[in-house]
């Protein structure tokens, strides 16, 4: 296995990726069949954890017939690597980023928008909610895969090597990696920044050799992935809460017996709340690093300005897109009653 995870390491980047999956996992008499899961995070991520108890779970419930195989660190290739191989069945599941799943999903887009949520418990409201979020996440099976469960990836935040960043106007001239998403070029663009999409696999090098000022995510790639070691400050603008989202192969998951799909739903709410349990102890250790091992300081700015800027796309995504209002509205009646504390 391990021999495998090394050679798809190299490979991926040659699409050659389907074949060499096609040869690895269970060998000699082992006739189980494979589930391979992909995601883009490190070994001691909340995710991979979360994952790995999804493994356990299966393999508990059904192991004489599936063998659960979770790939980290982008071991399958980038993110919209693993959505692509998940569309066509060479892996099973992965991990991809709302943000990536716009561009396969109309729907998506209204995740994506900055500010769209008030608070953190509005956020985890909405997202709990059925009426919310299934019509988005059934919106892909066209494409081939749905989603199955959400992951908590906190807030999102501007990180950079040297500028601080306290008003909108702190922004201007700056290169700052987005994620691929139409969404998120276009709020960086309101904020005056300089948009920059590219693999989250690839922002580390790109700070380190300053093609970049920035970035933008949670707490966490400071220190899972090492971003502190070259951004030195961490802005709290609060410009985005957006879900992981574990999406699956529709072929695969319309396949499963009844009786078996309903053990990988209860396999997926455990994803869920274990990531989440995993999230918030994470998310604190990380802080804690940054500030004290990494050196990076943490500023609080007046988030109000941030808001404004950006406040305008949310009216043209809803004239664009009239059909996610009544969504929309939704997440407004949570925002009302767990409104941000700042307030």
């Known amino acids: 296995m391990k021999q495998c995870r090394r050679v798809l390491a190299v490979l991926v980047s040659t699409g050659l990726v389907a074949a060499v999956l096609s040869g690895c996992g269970a060998g000699g008499g082992d006739k189980r069949q494979i589930i391979r899961i992909g995601h883009n995070q490190a070994t001691d991520h909340p995710t991979n ?8 779970y299966i393999e ?3 192991g004489d017939k599936y063998n659960v195989e979770v790939y980290p660190s982008e071991l399958l290739g980038s993110q919209t690597d693993m959505v692509q191989l998940t569309q066509t069945g060479a892996i099973d599941f992965c991990v991809a980023s709302n943000s990536i799943l716009e561009t396969f999903s ?27 979020v299934e019509p988005i996440f059934e919106s892909t099976k066209q494409a081939g895969f749905e989603a199955v469960t959400w992951i908590d990836a906190g807030t999102r935040n501007f990180y950079t ?3 601080q960043i306290e008003a909108p106007a702190d922004l201007k001239g700056l290169k700052i990696r987005v994620q691929q998403s139409p969404t998120n070029v276009e709020m960086m663009s309101l904020l005056g920044g300089s948009a920059t999409p590219m693999g989250f696999g690839d922002v580390y090098t790109a700070l380190q ?20 070691d070259v951004c030195k400050y ?28 309903e053990i990988f739903e209860e396999g997926f709410l455990l994803v869920n709340s274990v990531e989440r349990e995993e999230w918030v102890k994470a998310v604190e250790a990380a802080k804690d690093k940054a500030q004290n091992e990494q050196g990076v300081t943490f500023l609080y700015p007046d988030t109000k300005p941030f808001q404004e800027i950006c406040e305008p ?28 504390e700042a307030e």
């Open 106 to 132: 109309q729907n998506y887009t209204l995740f994506n928008l900055p500010y769209l949520f008030a608070s953190a418990e509005a956020y985890h409201k909405s997202m709990d909610d059925p009426e919310i």
């Open 49 to 56: 954890i979360a994952l790995m108890a999804f493994e356990e």
């Open 60 to 62: 508990e419930k059904l």
């Open 234 to 261: 961490y802005s709290y603008d609060m410009h985005q809460m957006i879900p992981d989202i574990l999406i699956g192969n529709c072929a695969f998951l319309d396949e499963l017996p009844e009786e078996e799909r």
């Open 313 to 340: 796309m949310h009216a043209d995504m809803l004239a664009k897109y009239p059909d996610l209002s009544p969504i929309y509205d939704k997440i407004q009646e949570y925002n009302a009653e767990y409104p941000s």
């Open 161 to 163: 090597v040297s500028t």
């Open 209 to 228: 050799s300053k093609v970049i000022d920035g970035a933008e995510n949670n707490e966490m790639a400071l220190t899972s992935n090492g971003h502190g």
